[in-house]
């Protein structure tokens, strides 16, 4: 690490904290040529391998931007978005890999959004998993239905009015 101020390689760290809960940490260090002190922040990299073959650093922000369109008019907060991506970042970063392809995190997207808001996730799981007709969507209803217990609601019959 170079000084910031005077590009001296050689630095020593004064004081070490946890930072943003626990996946970062924060650095004080005194260049060891001109005494200066800075802030150096380490981070464990991430990154996402997309289909085309470029990675790019994970984001959380590219996390909420993806779910609040499946998101858009249900009562879902900006609070629990970043609850949800914290809990998409934690969960691939706890697998330990350092490359992650962006299938993964799709997949890891899902359960949290499943408990989130069952709306937004046939939103989201109908354009990740490329629902292609009804019986899609009857399928993915049916999965909710079983885990939450819903019985299908009762047929009413056609009437003419």
């Known amino acids: 690490m170079f000084c910031p101020y005077c590009r001296h390689p050689d630095s020593r760290v004064v004081d070490s904290r946890v930072f943003e809960d626990g996946s970062a940490i924060r650095r004080r260090r005194q260049c060891s040529n001109c005494g200066r002190r800075f802030t150096t922040l380490e981070t464990a990299s991430l990154s996402v391998l997309k289909r085309s073959g470029v990675a790019e650093p994970f984001s959380r922000a590219k996390i909420i931007n993806g779910v609040r369109k499946a998101c858009q008019g249900r009562p879902v907060s900006d609070d629990d978005l970043?609850?949800?991506?914290?809990?998409?970042?934690?969960?691939?970063?706890?697998?330990?890999?350092?490359?992650?392809?962006?299938?993964?995190?799709?997949?890891?997207?899902?359960?949290?959004?499943?408990?989130?808001?069952?709306?937004?996730?046939?939103?989201?799981a109908s354009v990740y998993q490329d629902f292609e007709t009804l019986a899609d969507f009857e399928a993915a209803i049916a999965t909710l239905r079983e885990d939450h217990g819903d019985a299908a609601p009762a047929q009413r019959p056609l009437t003419a009015r």
Do not use: C, K, T, W
């Open 82 to 124: 970043a609850l949800l991506a914290q809990e998409v970042e934690e969960s691939i970063r706890g697998e330990g890999a350092a490359e992650v392809d962006a299938h993964r995190v799709g997949l890891a997207i899902l359960a949290p959004l499943r408990r989130l808001d069952q709306v937004a996730y046939l939103r989201f």
